[in-house]
Every structure is written in C-alpha cells, then in structure tokens.
C-alpha cells in the first residue's frame, strides 16, 4: 500500500491554505508522519485538525489511518533513482540525458501508484464493449489520442481522433449511449475537452478520462476517472512526461481490450502488419 505521497504532490496546488500546510509537512518531513496522531500532526503542522481531515478528502483517502499507511509504504518502497530532476542551463549533454529519462521513469512509476485496477478494469470493459470510440485532446493531449486511435484500429476497434477543436464538439455531439470517449488532459481544465466530456455525458456516453491527479474539470465529467502524475515544474511546458504516462496509460487500456479477445487480435495485427509491408514492398 502506497502511493500518498504522489497524491499530496498532484494536489497541493488545488487545496485551501490550511490543507497545504498540512500536506507541505508531510512531503518535507514524510518519516516523522508515521506514529502521529492527528492531533500531533496538526501541532506540528501549524495547520489544524480539521485541516487534516480535510486534506485526507481532497487526496482521496478513506480517512487518516490510510493516508498514513500509504506514506509508510512508500518510504518502504523509495526507489533508487530519487525525486524529479529539473534541466539546468549549465548541464552537460550527459546530465539531460539522464535527467529526462529518469523524469520519464520516475513519473511511470508514480503514475502505477495513482491508477486505481478496479477503474482500468471497468474502462478496458467500456472500450471493448462500445460500438464507436472517440478520442478527444488538444495540444500534446491530442498526440496521446492519436496514438490511441491508431493502436485500437488495429485490432479492428475503430476510433476517431479529431485535431480540429470544432470537429470535436461536432463529433461528442453525435455520440450515443453504445459510444465511448476517453477525454486526456493532463490538466484536467482544458476547456475544448471539458465541453466535449460535458456533452458527452449528456448525450449518455461512456466517459472515461485521463489527466493529473484530483479532482478537476475533465475528470470530474468521468464515469471512469484514470489519473497519471508528473510533476514536472518548470519544464512543464513541453509536455514531456506527462505524454509519456498518458501514453503508457493507453497502452494499458489498448492491451487490457486486445486480451478480452486474444486470438482475435492477434489476427487482427497480422493483418494490419503485412498490409503496411505490402505496400511498402
């Protein structure tokens, strides 16, 4: 059982003054967590009680004694590699090399820790089920559905993925009960997505997205919300290991639909493979 500290981490940009303090110890002093009370941790904390059932909420915790077994766990199962490396001016070739594929590493691991099995299960039923499957992202985001769109063609579940935000609304407003939409933004309130989830929903579609961890606009549309983490701080504007987890993401659910039928897709990707060799001669 682990996985606390990366909820803290995804959150504490979104939670009241009070919870941050709360959260912003825990990260800072993790090891001094275990054994207190909640009493003691809002001592010393310098937040309040209340504040810390409030934090246990909004991180998604049955209650106290779960957010504290889960940061025991992860200090149990710290890995080698460290926390994220952000790229400096003065680093070597060598250092960013390093650096981003650790970042890459290390967010694919936080991200197991976030991914509830019981969510994956009921999206990979959804998707495998659905007459038609839509993909909707923008930016970095629509590259993910792309990709989404192009692995489940090949086992002959066909999906759409527009790069035109106006085709997108026009596309979830023509969705049906028998359809499924995954919405991925990493941020959770890309507004083109947002509104695409909304009607979607409303339209009584299968909603399942993927974005950061908590709570947000996009995810928060979801029948099945999935969540990724990856903190990446002021390199955050290339979008670089936030595509990789969604990526990582897809493929799981793409995998998870290729073994309901397995024989099937295996026919399915040979099929597609030599027609791609044919032509290429």
């Known amino acids: 059982m682990n996985g606390g500290l990366v909820r803290l981490r995804e959150i504490i940009g979104t939670i009241t003054p009070s919870e ?7 990260l800072e002093h993790p090891r001094q ?9 809002a001592e010393q904390s310098g937040g309040s009680q209340a504040a810390v059932i409030r934090l246990c909420k909004s991180a998604g915790f049955k209650g106290y004694q779960e957010l504290m077994l889960k940061v025991a766990g992860d200090l149990r199962d710290e890995s080698p590699i460290g926390g ?3 790229i400096h001016p003065a680093d070597s070739i060598q250092q960013i090399i390093e650096q981003v594929s ?3 590493i290390q967010s694919i691991r936080d991200t197991v820790k976030v991914l ?6 009921q999206a990979i039923e959804a998707l495998n089920r659905a007459q038609r499957l839509f993909f909707f992202g923008t930016g970095a985001s629509h590259l993910v559905a792309s990709d989404a769109q192009h692995k489940f063609l090949r086992i002959n579940k066909p999906g759409f993925a527009f790069s035109d935000t106006d085709r997108q609304l026009i596309a979830s407003s023509m969705l049906t009960p028998e359809d499924t939409v995954i919405g ?3 941020s959770g309130q890309t507004t083109v997505t947002t509104e695409c989830m909304k009607i979607a929903r409303d339209a009584g579609a299968t909603t399942i997205s993927i974005t950061r961890y908590g709570s947000n606009a996009v995810s928060n549309l979801a029948m099945i919300p999935l969540y990724i983490s990856a903190l990446e701080d002021e390199i955050r504007s290339g979008a670089t290991s936030s595509r990789i987890t969604q990526l990582n993401v897809i493929d799981i659910l793409y995998l998870g639909v290729a073994s309901r039928s397995y024989h099937r897709s295996l026919d399915y990707l040979e099929q597609s493979r030599h027609a791609v060799q044919r032509m290429k001669g």
């Open 102 to 104: 650790l970042n890459t």
């Open 84 to 86: 994220y490396q952000e």
């Open 184 to 186: 991925i933004s990493y």
């Open 33 to 41: 967590l275990v054994g207190l009370s909640v009493a003691q941790l």
């Open 116 to 121: 509830n099995p019981l969510h994956v299960e």
């Open 20 to 26: 941050r303090k709360v959260a912003s110890f825990i």
